[in-house]
């Protein structure tokens, strides 16, 4: 089983609106939280990273959160823009390691 | 500042064939990680690398792969006698340092896309 999970898988919004995509994860013992933005072709580009004690974080129109006990976070994305059209991938590190437990990844397409 | 690079960024082999993937870090960073996709699937941890060592391989296949980051020059990935099931993108990421875990982002490079025919 997958030590993140994503959802929705994918979802289709209209320009201008918000939407809210969730992570959940398992790993443990939790070191921090990254959203990364990922476009068709591309490498991904971190958005945000939270760690232990800190529930909430902003980039511009990304807003992250961070519940580390319930071990969920979501990202808010307000007003979206064409631009916003990516995968958005969810990783969780364990402290004491190097290791990045990547989610599969929200797929967003924002339409005009 | 260059960011991370890679190339080629497409690669085809043709079964049983050789697959070299170079990672260039950035300038001051001296960890580079690997990681590999594949269609629909999240990306997974492959090796880390510091200069000249080995740290953390646990995520390579026992056989066919290396990888490798020299002192001068590049970190190579290589895939020797590559079967259809190599294809996927491989991804590369360099860190400045260990230090504070906490902030250590990794940069990722745009990714080499192999495929195996």
């Known amino acids: 089983k997958n030590q993140v999970e994503q959802s929705p898988q994918s979802l289709i919004i209209l320009e201008g609106k918000n939407c809210t995509l969730q992570?959940?994860?398992?790993?443990?013992?939790?070191?921090?939280l990254r959203w990364y933005k990922q476009d068709t072709g591309r490498g991904p580009v971190s958005l945000t990273i939270m760690t232990f004690s800190e529930n909430t974080k902003s980039n511009g129109r990304y807003t992250a959160t961070l519940d580390a006990d319930t071990k969920q976070s979501s990202l808010h994305i307000t007003a979206s823009q064409l631009s916003d059209s990516a995968s958005y991938i969810c990783v969780v590190s364990a402290r004491g390691n190097n290791r990045l437990a990547f989610g599969k990844g929200n797929q967003v397409v924002v339409i005009p | 500042n260059a960011g991370v690079m890679q190339n080629p960024r497409h690669l085809v082999r043709r079964r049983g064939q050789e697959a070299r993937l170079r990672c260039s870090p950035m300038?001051?960073?001296?960890?580079v990680y690997w990681y590999r996709q594949l269609p629909e699937e999240g990306l997974k941890f492959m090796v880390y690398?510091?200069?000249?060592?080995?740290?953390?391989e646990s995520g390579m296949p026992k056989e066919r792969f290396s990888a490798e980051f020299p002192k001068e020059g590049p970190s190579i990935l290589r895939i020797q006698q590559v079967v259809r099931g190599d294809s996927a993108a491989y991804f590369c990421?360099?860190?400045?340092?260990?230090?504070?875990?906490?902030?250590?982002?990794?940069?990722f490079g745009a990714g080499t896309r192999l495929s195996v025919l």
């Open positions: 990421a360099s860190s400045p340092t260990q230090g504070d875990w906490a902030k250590n982002i990794q940069y």
């Open positions: 992570c959940n994860y398992t790993v443990s013992p939790f070191s921090n």
């Open positions: 690398l510091q200069k000249e060592n080995i740290i953390d």
């Open positions: 300038k001051g960073h001296s960890h």
